[in-house]
């Protein structure tokens, strides 16, 4: 009689340090680094400011990754972010950041994504508007079938395109670096009025570049030897982004005045065309889809981690908590990201929704390191193979900044602001449905 494989009842371990690195470097570098400059140079008006925000923003962005590492390597379990959540401020509070990762913010990012690099690739080959929205469906297709068949195929994926993408970026840095022509001084580029509102816009398109460290504490329960790995590489993959953007902005600044920047929609194309001729602007399209298809592989390696953490905990559908009896994956959570994912991509609402998700992941992103404090008093036993350093001060100034960024989107931007805390309010009903059944299963075990 042929006995049926058991499926296993937790993902395996099988990314090491390498896999974790790229995760990070390959979620934080983006298309940013090559479009975000110009809006930091419209409020900057000096080269000394510019590289003063980069640097601000990186390091609180590196608090934010060391508030990872010490949560994460405290409780090194698949879902990261939800887990945290919830063991600081309970169920309720993690099901309402996964509730909003799935119904928004995560699976809109993919949207957008996809779509984005369809756009890049008509650079290359011309697409309608319905061949470019069926190329970045298919896009999507593809990455949920190769994370869907192993994380080991992911993470070959991950390293491949993350290599690749921070090549390209070095090629266009020394280039620049090396051979560029020292641009013209102009007034604004030797000294410039900085006032704290213009200096706090910067920040923001900043920080948004920076934006992916966290997505590595997903998959915190498939990595080996965490305790060491997680706090590796949210630690180098910080170190190493704030390094390549600094270099980056220097880069720019060298070879184009603070005006030209500030005018440029594409400041890399600009700077590779002016250092590398007229192949320079190709190249860094060519960057930035590489990049594009990296962080969209990057999402289904990591984010479809939180459903399944949820539905473990009887929080979310049940088959969200199934791992595949063969490729050990959490293959319903990625089949489902895809298809909800594919579905903003037809209905257009990808980019209001990614807009509304914006308050809600800074939001959570407070929270969470706000966590590394109320753990600690919560669970004073709890095994820290790593401590964050400069605690209590570092995770208090990162939450001050994220306040702050959350009180100016409320100033400036009400409509989306507001409509990102109900999408999250949605989700109280919703985790009373979930958690009903659950409590009389308690009670009647007791």
């Not at 060391?66 to 887990?83: D, F, H, K, M, N």
């Not at 994504?113 to 970045?136: E, N, Q």
């Not at 923001?204 to 590796?232: H, K, M």
């Not at 702050?404 to 009903?429: C, D, E, H, Q, Y």
Request: glycine share 10%.
């Amino acid at each position: 009689m042929e006995i049926a494989a058991k499926e296993p009842s937790n993902l395996p371990r099988k990314l090491g340090l390498i896999d974790a690195l790229a995760i990070v470097l390959g979620m934080v570098i983006g298309g940013g680094i090559f479009l975000v400059p110009n809006l930091i140079a419209r409020e900057l008006k000096s080269a000394t400011a510019i590289l003063a925000v980069w640097v601000f923003a990186g390091v609180i962005s590196f608090f934010g990754a060391l508030a990872c590492a010490e949560l994460g390597t405290a409780l090194p379990s698949t879902g990261g972010q939800y887990v945290f959540l919830r063991e600081a401020y309970g169920p309720l509070v993690g099901f309402l950041c996964g509730w909003s990762m799935f119904l928004v913010a995560r699976t809109a990012q993919v949207a957008w994504l996809a779509v984005t690099m369809a756009m890049y690739i008509s650079y290359f080959f011309p697409l309608s508007g319905l061949v470019s929205k069926l190329l970045g469906i298919c896009a999507i297709a593809l990455f949920t079938g190769i994370n869907y068949r192993g994380v080991t195929a992911g993470a070959i994926v991950q390293k491949t395109f993350t290599l690749a993408k921070v090549t390209g970026l070095l090629v266009i840095i020394c280039s620049a670096l090396l051979w560029g022509s020292k641009a013209a001084s102009t007034p604004e580029g030797v000294a410039g009025g900085i006032s704290v509102s213009r200096f706090g816009v910067a920040l923001i398109a900043s920080l948004l570049a920076y934006d992916g460290w966290v997505q590595l504490t997903f998959v915190a329960g498939e990595i080996r030897n965490p305790q060491r790995n997680v706090f590796l590489a949210l630690t180098l993959g910080s170190v190493a982004c704030i390094a390549i953007y600094l270099l980056a902005n220097m880069a720019y600044l060298r070879v184009l005045p603070i005006s030209e920047i500030a005018a440029s929609d594409h400041v890399g194309a600009t700077v590779a065309s002016r250092v590398l001729g007229s192949g320079g602007g190709s190249l860094v399209s060519l960057i930035i889809l590489v990049s594009i298809i990296g962080t969209l592989n990057g999402c289904f390696l990591t984010s479809p981690r939180i459903y399944f953490a949820q539905a473990r905990d009887g929080l979310f559908f049940q088959k969200f908590a199934e791992v595949h009896p063969r490729y050990e994956t959490p293959g319903f959570s990625i089949l489902a990201q895809g298809l909800w994912s594919a579905v903003l991509v037809v209905s257009g609402s990808y980019e209001t929704l990614l807009d509304y998700a914006m308050f809600a992941m800074w939001f959570w992103y407070g929270l969470m390191v706000a966590g590394v404090i109320v753990l600690r008093y919560k669970q004073p036993d709890l095994a820290r193979p790593y401590r964050m350093w400069g605690y209590p001060v570092t995770p208090a100034l990162f939450v001050a900044i994220a306040c702050w960024f959350l009180v100016n989107m409320l100033n400036t931007r009400p409509v989306p602001s507001i409509a990102g805390l109900l999408l999250i309010a949605t989700g109280i009903p919703v985790y009373f449905l979930w958690a009903r059944p659950r409590k009389q299963a308690e009670s009647t075990t007791v």
